[in-house]
């Protein structure tokens, strides 16, 4: 595709309730990240993906937090029981190669009310 | 830890005036590379220096990486209203492939 697309572009949801965010790199990109950015504040690393694996899920929070990327393409996180903390927008970015330059998608602002 | 962080937190120049921000870091690094993002909007790359590389040149972005110091300068010249953002740089370090973003300068342009 033209460049990184993520959905929703918004989401609200209450507290306790799962939730999905999905990415959608651009074609051939083999590494695929996830952040998210609080107001204010820089990228936070949550995970990175080169093809299917999780190379390193260090930067997730908790176990409540998941995603996956089944066929080295789109991504999905997953968010269970969700926290009013939790509330940020999640970016997605994706590179043709782990140390490369990444293109981010818009992001998806998440709030839990 | 932030791994990268930028200096100063917040600047504010006039049109045709350069900018000049930096950022530190900890730990070795194969790359740094430097970040903008509008407001609301998501991040766009900018340069990408390698850490055998000294100085690069895009345009009116001028980078410099200092090893020994461990750190970075991101130089615009003839800033213009447009240049007004948040600038970020992260860096990929050599044991680990996560990207580490600092917490941004803030470059207001004032017409």
């Known amino acids: 595709g033209a460049g990184v697309s993520q959905t929703p572009s918004n989401k609200v949801t209450e507290k306790g309730k799962y939730v999905e965010l999905r990415c959608d790199p651009i074609?051939?990109?083999?590494?695929l990240y996830w952040y998210r950015q609080s107001l204010g504040q820089g990228p936070e690393f949550l995970i990175y993906f080169q093809g299917t694996g999780a190379a390193d899920d260090s930067g997730l929070p908790n176990d409540r937090f998941f995603a996956v990327r089944p066929e080295g393409s789109v991504s999905t996180l997953k968010i269970q029981r969700t926290e009013r903390g939790d509330s940020a927008v999640y970016l997605c970015?994706?590179?043709?190669?782990?140390?490369?330059?990444?293109?981010f998608g818009p992001g998806t602002r998440l709030t839990v009310t | 830890s932030q791994q990268g962080e930028e200096d100063p937190q917040a600047l504010s120049i006039q049109e045709g005036e350069n900018a000049t921000m930096n950022c530190s870091y900890k730990?070795?690094?194969?790359?740094l590379q430097w970040y903008r993002q509008n407001s609301g909007r998501g991040l766009v790359h900018l340069i990408l220096?390698?850490?055998?590389?000294r100085e690069k040149h895009s345009g009116r972005l001028r980078v410099t990486l200092d090893t020994s110091k461990k750190s970075s300068s991101l130089l615009i010249t003839a800033s213009r209203a447009a240049d007004t953002a948040s600038y970020f740089c992260?860096?990929?370090?050599?044991?680990?492939?996560?990207?580490?973003f600092g917490p941004g300068t803030r470059l207001s342009v004032l017409p």
């Open positions: 970015a994706s590179s043709l190669n782990v140390a490369r330059e990444q293109y």
């Open positions: 220096i390698r850490s055998n590389e």
């Open positions: 074609s051939g990109h083999t590494a």
């Open positions: 730990t070795s690094i194969n790359n």
């Open positions: 992260a860096t990929v370090t050599n044991y680990g492939q996560n990207f580490v």
